[in-house]
């Protein structure tokens, strides 16, 4: 594996994407992308992600049905969701009906006035919390640690659990009656239109998942997805989601030993493969956005936020860098775009590297689309050390016990020594000597 990898480093990363032109660029973007997300989904990182989410949905699916249900019952079209569920589950073959039978029974078995207002709130909890696992999920994937507020994760989630069968629903069932044999034969059509308008019918349960995963890559992860990246990653995923269901199926059909094995356990043990496979998928379809979305991300960057403090602090100074030489040229500030295509990092890199500057107001972030980042002080009255100063004590506790062995006073004295020695090195240099070093000239771009 790791052979097949170096030869393929060695051949689609040795030209630069700006010296090709578009037609070049383009499949070769998607192709590293493809490659990239194959070396993370086949990690130990995403398949324990994918296992944690497997156990959530086993603890979580039940209520999140209920919840579901309830809200499809509210528009009288409830009896719908059961042909939904066994569309999902179709790969398990002749069990899937055995398996949606167990699901609908324990759902019918919730009762709301029974449970009362403190067995309700656990039931959106717990539905929540498969919802809030997701978002980790994929937040660990674009390489965000900043997690939603209590009050965004609140509505967020719930607006998803609430507005997401229906809207599911809605496009199933419109799509399905705009391109049934009725229709088509109620517009007359016929002969090369007809048979496009068939194609289109039977194009239709593909182009609704990669409607609903482009939804989900957009929305979940607490960053801004393009809309481009979050296409392409939903219909590599989608693709795979039907690939998958077939090789699954003809899996199942020839597999009749397990029946013996495992005996009545075999239905729920299938169903945790399959439901393994589902999240495999819509993690590759993450990965697959977040490097079309980050095209510079090379293959030599480890999956995750494997940073070294070294390269945080060069990131940072070298972005800080890119924002002074900017005001210096009078340009109102640097799209984040413009400063993660220019270092060929991924722009939630770039928010929380910046997070401590902003929080100083050193930073200052404009509230226009796109944003901008730009100075908000003097640069000549920053000292660089200051600066060298926040970056080593971002995400520091305030308060160390006196026990702590932070706070020896050998290690206290021998670290105000490297301080010191630090301030005397950079003595008289601020943030706007950052812009002097600089030998190259960011893309001030949107």
């Known amino acids: ?30 192709l590293r992308a493809l490659i990239l997300s194959a070396r993370d989904i086949t990690g130990e990182r995403m398949n324990l992600r994918a296992m944690s989410l497997v156990y959530t ?24 969701a059961r042909p939904t569920l066994l569309s999902l589950l179709a790969p398990l073959g002749a ?35 498969l919802v809030q696992k997701v978002e980790q999920g994929f937040n660990e994937v674009w390489r965000v640690r900043r997690e939603r507020t209590f009050a965004q994760r609140f509505s967020n989630y719930l607006s998803v659990i609430f507005t997401a069968p229906v809207l599911l629903f809605a496009v199933a069932t419109i799509g399905a009656s705009v391109f049934n044999d009725a229709i088509i034969d109620w517009l007359g059509v016929s002969g090369a239109a007809a048979a496009g308008l068939r ?10 998942l990669v409607a609903v995963f482009s939804f989900i890559y957009s929305l979940v992860p607490n960053t801004r997805v393009r809309a481009v990246p979050a296409l392409s990653g939903a219909l590599v995923a989608a693709l795979l989601w039907e690939t998958s269901g077939v090789l699954f199926a003809q899996f199942v059909a020839g597999s009749a030993n397990y029946v ?17 496979v589902i999240w495999l998928i819509l993690l590759f379809g993450a990965c697959v956005a977040f490097y079309i979305q980050n095209p510079g991300y090379s293959s030599g960057h480890d999956a995750g936020t494997a940073f070294s403090p070294r390269q945080r602090e060069r990131i940072a100074l070298a972005a800080l860098g890119q924002l002074a030489r900017a005001h210096a040229r009078s340009v109102p500030g640097m ?22 500057f902003i929080e100083q107001q050193l930073v200052a972030r404009t509230d226009e689309q796109p944003p901008r980042w730009l100075p908000a002080v003097d640069l000549a009255s920053v000292p ?21 062995l932070a706070a020896e006073p050998t290690l206290i004295a021998l670290e105000n020594r490297l301080e010191a020695s630090q301030q005397s090195a950079l003595e008289n240099l601020t943030w706007q000597d950052l812009a002097g070093d600089l030998q190259t000239d960011p893309a001030e771009r949107s």
Request: aromatic residues 10%; glycine residues 6%.
């Open 95 to 129: 069990d899937s009906v055995q398996m949606v039978d167990q699901i609908t029974g324990f759902v019918d078995n919730i009762k709301v006035g029974v449970l009362g207002v403190v067995g309700v709130i656990l039931l959106l909890y717990t539905a929540v919390s």
């Open 260 to 276: 013996a094995v495992y005996s009545g356990f075999a239905i729920v043990i299938v169903f945790m493969v399959w439901v393994y």
């Open 199 to 208: 194609v289109l019918q039977g194009m239709l349960p593909l182009l609704i």
């Open 384 to 404: 660089l050390a200051q600066l060298l100063a926040l970056l080593r004590s971002q995400g520091e506790q305030q308060q160390l016990h006196p026990h702590d």
């Open 1 to 30: 594996m790791k052979t097949w990898f170096a030869f393929l480093h060695h051949q689609l990363w040795r030209e630069g994407l700006d010296t090709l032109p578009a037609w070049r660029a383009l499949p070769l973007i998607l």
């Open 57 to 80: 949905t086993l603890l979580s699916l039940v209520p999140l049905l209920a919840v579901s249900f309830s809200v499809l019952k509210a528009f009288g079209v409830h009896n719908a």
């Open 335 to 356: 799209t984040p775009r413009a400063l993660a295509h220019y270092l060929r990092l991924p722009e939630s890199l770039l928010e929380e590297v910046f997070e401590p």
